[in-house]
């Protein structure tokens, strides 16, 4: 019975169609088929009953499908014990946020395929939280406070964030000076989150209005570079418009607390040793100190 078989079944059984599948793997969806083919021949059974809106699993296909994801994490598991060190061989996916992942992340993820030039590294940017088990990926990078979950979390380094308006939007509004008054201004959010600022040792918790909404930290910088409120939002991403006064800190009494950036992966007793090692590249990265050249 052939391991890439097995994988490509869990595979499409995770993600619910051969097209996903597909796309997860990274080969066309004639080899998947393939795949699933002789897997069925050979075990005797049909494991996947095909539909116009996918593949489902049969009977037998549930019941195998546990025995086959045990095989898959046995097998990966002995491949990355008999590797030599420093040797990392597969396929790493990674769910990584569009606000400013792409500058602040990508060449760090970039850095680690060339220390591994046998490592396949496949990577999303998205602002939406993914399912990281339903839509296979390894990890995911994340930013903020982490909400309670099943998921395991490792911090890789401090996240600072202010609260921020344009000039124009302070001379027409006045600029807050309390929690009391910033509910009263209009801010800009990605949706109906709650802020959290510092009243010296004191965390307090703000619900702000706004009628401007974004799930991109890009798409909501722009709106208050264009003065339409206030936004919270991190520095790595706005430090050229303070520094350029196109956008000015508000609120400097009250700051929010550090947030942090972490790496996100499923449950499970040991992390998989490409995930270990992109941790510990992110955090030679991403912690406060001289960074290597």
Request: proline content about 8%.
């Amino acid at each position: 019975m052939d391991i890439e078989e097995i994988r490509t079944f869990v595979e499409v059984a995770d993600a619910g169609g051969i097209s996903s599948a597909a796309a997860r793997l990274g080969v066309a969806k004639s080899i998947v088929s393939r795949r699933l083919l002789r897997l069925e021949a050979e075990l005797g059974v049909q494991l996947l009953a095909r539909t116009t809106r996918g593949a489902a699993l049969t009977e037998a296909g549930v019941t195998f499908r546990d025995y086959a994801a045990r095989v898959r994490a046995e097998i990966d598991a002995a491949r990355e014990a008999i590797l030599p060190a420093g040797d990392l061989r597969g396929r790493l996916r990674v769910a990584v946020p569009l606000s400013f992942g792409p500058t602040h992340f990508a060449p760090i993820l970039a850095e680690m395929a060339r220390r591994h030039p046998h490592l396949q590294i496949q990577t999303c940017y998205s602002d939406r939280f993914v399912d990281l088990v339903a839509d296979g990926y390894d990890c995911a990078i994340r930013i903020g406070y982490l909400q309670d979950s099943n998921l395991i979390a490792r911090r890789i380094g401090p996240i600072h964030g202010k609260l921020l308006a344009s000039p124009d939007y302070i001379k027409t509004n006045g600029s807050p000076e309390s929690p009391e008054e910033l509910v009263a201004h209009e801010a800009l959010m990605q949706g109906t989150e709650a802020w959290q600022l510092m009243d010296g040792d004191k965390i307090i918790t703000v619900r702000p209005q706004g009628r401007f909404k974004a799930d991109n930290g890009t798409a909501l910088l722009a709106a208050a570079t264009a003065g339409l409120g206030i936004a919270y939002l991190p520095d790595r991403l706005t430090h050229e418009h303070v520094a350029s006064g196109a956008l000015v800190p508000v609120m400097t009494r009250y700051p929010p607390p550090p947030a942090g950036a972490y790496v996100i992966r499923p449950p499970g007793q040991h992390p998989a040793r490409k995930i270990r090692v992109l941790t510990e590249l992110l955090i030679e990265y991403c912690e406060p100190g001289p960074h290597p050249a």
